[in-house]
């Protein structure tokens, strides 16, 4: 029965202690948490033990992976708001020389570095020095492409971090062969000679790490600044990045091959990459991306480490496209997808010897990075690692608020049923010391909870009016006659229950 389970789990690979923990943790997440009793303290998220449980089964879980699909070093970090949860390597870092992969083993990130030029977009947008409309060609006016389209209207800065411009996905150039890559300016010439637009804007999405190489090359001139020095005087510095830059350094690890069989991993050549800097040339670690992931999760204005305020944030994590399937979609800079019932936005990284991916649920501030040195598929185990947190992020907010205090004698008044002007009737009621809006008729619909912020005045959330004002009507004898929901009156129609 033992062994039927740990197969069950995945960790037949495994030994017998580390089974036995997966399972107990297994069992553990299994049973029902009940809420936290009113009279005891609120819990804080980090430190709620459901968590700790389903952290140790992670660990487990990538160890697992890793060793399944033959990666040689990983390093992974979960984020919560703006603290590390949990960071761990597992496996080497180089495998000849034995040394350990830890949380601060430096990993070429790849595609993770348009998210720090779509960040530099948005501060030079907000700054006022660019807009995202603009023209690619009013900072690179040697760009001039054919295109075989009637309606084929300039490519702009935001076309290109949104990978919407029609762009090819590279240069017309050997540089995949040959590993040798060459300036952004040769690259720009090569697509002015030979090529073309593959679609006109917002046909289709197609990715395009040329486009960021020249995105980057417009942010720098509109800049005044080589972008090297912006992203790291502006992102990396003040965030606290203090061991990510564009140089290989102390501690990188060793990109390897995916093994094939029963053979050792060979390393592979790491090229310089020339021109495509914008698009793939950070180096970082799970706990200094795991401050990326932090900003994310910021709001208010830029000050200190706050390099992007927070409504800038969020038009970068908005959907600016979406695919036919409705399944994902990219914002600026940010890939959107659903894990679970979660809405989750990231980015992935992968070029020799190396694959990464960070992904986070912005709802929950729960993030994960995954890095690995070699041609794995790291994206399954963010996913893996969100699908597992998610609802025990979830819970532990639930559980982390405070109980309400016992509500007010006087809100037994608002307790009834109102009826529209469009015939639609809703019951106010009381429930866990809280008043909810339902529809009359469906008692078991997820209700539009009612915060308290004036003298018959509550805040709702939830349902088509979120965020609006729900406003009782009181007649000169104190009797609560109707309700506005927003803009929409409805008067009562029925005394409490």
């Known amino acids: 029965m033992a062994h039927r389970c740990a197969r069950l789990c995945g960790v037949t690979a495994l ?24 009279s005891a303290p609120a819990r804080p998220v980090a430190e709620d033990p459901e968590i700790t449980a389903a952290l140790a089964l992670v660990e487990a879980r990538l160890e697992t992976e890793r060793i399944r699909r033959k990666i040689p070093g990983l390093s992974a970090a979960v984020v919560y708001d703006q603290q590390i949860l949990w960071s761990k390597g597992f496996g080497f870092a180089d495998v000849e020389r034995r040394i350990p992969a830890t949380p601060r083993t430096i990993y070429r990130v790849a595609s993770i570095t348009k998210l720090f030029t779509a960040t530099m977009l948005m501060q030079l947008r907000d700054a006022g020095k660019v807009g995202l409309e603009d023209p690619v060609t009013r900072y690179v006016p040697e760009l001039q492409l054919r295109s075989r389209f009637a309606d084929s209207p300039p490519i702009t800065l935001l076309q290109l971090a949104t990978h919407t411009s029609g762009l090819s996905r590279e240069a017309p150039m050997d540089y995949w062969r040959t590993l040798r890559f060459p300036a952004v300016e040769a690259m720009v010439a090569a697509l002015t000679q030979d090529g073309e637009r593959i679609f006109p804007p917002y046909r289709e999405w197609k990715y395009s790490n040329v486009g960021y190489a020249i995105l980057g090359l417009a942010l720098s001139r509109a800049a005044g600044q080589p972008y090297f020095d912006y992203v790291e005087q502006n992102i990396l510095r003040p965030l606290g990045m203090h061991d990510s830059g564009f140089q290989p350094t102390a501690g990188l690890a060793t990109g390897y091959a995916l093994p094939e069989g029963d053979a050792p991993p060979k390393p592979v050549f790491q090229p310089d990459y020339g021109g495509y800097g914008p698009a ?126 016992p509500a007010p004698a006087e809100w037994r008044h608002y307790l009834g049923v109102y009826r529209t002007d469009f015939g639609s009737r809703v019951r106010i009621r009381l429930h866990e010391h809280r008043l909810e809006m339902v529809p009359a008729e469906e008692p078991a619909a997820t209700p539009v909870v009612l915060t308290a912020i004036a003298p018959h005045q509550f805040r709702m959330q939830g349902g088509w009016a979120s965020g609006e004002v729900l406003r009782f009507e009181v007649d000169s004898q104190g009797q609560v006659t109707g309700v506005w929901i927003g803009a929409y009156p409805a008067r009562k129609e029925a005394l409490p229950e």
């Open 15 to 38: 030994g017998g202690s580390m089974t036995r923990c997966v399972l107990a943790t297994l069992l553990l997440l299994a049973l029902p948490v009940p809420a936290w009793p009113q």
């Open 280 to 405: 793939t040339s950070l180096y970082t670690h799970v706990e200094d991306i795991a401050k990326f992931i932090s900003l994310q999760f910021r709001d208010g204005p830029v000050g200190g480490n706050q390099i992007l305020r927070g409504s800038s944030l969020r038009e970068m994590h908005a959907a600016h496209w979406i695919q036919p399937d409705w399944q994902s979609g990219w914002g600026i800079g940010f890939r959107i997808t659903r894990i679970g019932s979660y809405t989750a936005i990231g980015h992935g990284g992968g070029i020799q010897g190396f694959r990464t991916d960070v992904s986070l649920i912005p709802a929950l501030k729960l993030g994960v990075a995954v890095f690995t040195n070699t041609n794995s598929d790291p994206d399954e185990l963010t996913a893996m690692v969100l699908e597992l947190l998610g609802p025990v992020v979830e819970r532990a907010q639930q559980r982390s608020r405070p109980a309400p205090p």
